[in-house]
């Protein structure tokens, strides 16, 4: 058994195992919503939006909704994930400074960070745009 296969049988991660690297987006292709990275193109997920035993139409639109609801947070997985690292390390830094530098300063500008921005300024930048890209129909999943 592969080391990948093997990890996902026993629940752990291996070491070296990294997810697919974001920005991630979601499109709406006939009956399923596929979420990739978007500069790649690497697939991550496919969602089903059309459940084939729902013969309501209420009941048929609201899966289809919720099915693109997931999609759009699951796409801003990368972003969400950036943002709890970035604001980890912002929180764990013990010079009390309001820029980054060293170790903090090196994660910070692999999200985007872009001199001279206070680190709480890009914080709040970055968290605004994960939440605004899990909560709002943007990512082309429509």
């Known amino acids: 058994m592969d ?23 979601a499109t709406l292709a006939r009956t399923l919503i596929h979420v990739h990275n978007a500069e790649l193109g690497e697939p991550v997920v496919a969602i089903s939006v059309s459940p084939p035993r729902i013969h309501e139409r209420d ?3 609201k899966a289809v909704a919720t099915a693109h609801a997931n999609a759009r947070l699951i796409s801003a997985a990368p972003d969400l994930f950036a943002y709890a690292r970035c604001q980890e390390a ?42 605004a890209k899990a909560t709002k129909a943007t990512g082309g999943a429509e």
């Open 90 to 131: 912002w929180s764990s830094r013990t010079d009390g400074g309001d820029y980054p530098h060293g170790a903090v300063l090196s994660l910070f500008r692999e999200y985007g960070y872009d001199e001279p921005v206070e680190g709480s300024v890009f914080l709040e930048d970055l968290r605004r745009a994960a939440i």
């Open 59 to 61: 009941l048929r639109d």
């Open 3 to 25: 080391r990948q296969r093997q990890a996902a049988s026993t629940g752990s991660e291996s070491p070296t195992t990294k997810h697919t690297p974001g920005p991630w987006t």
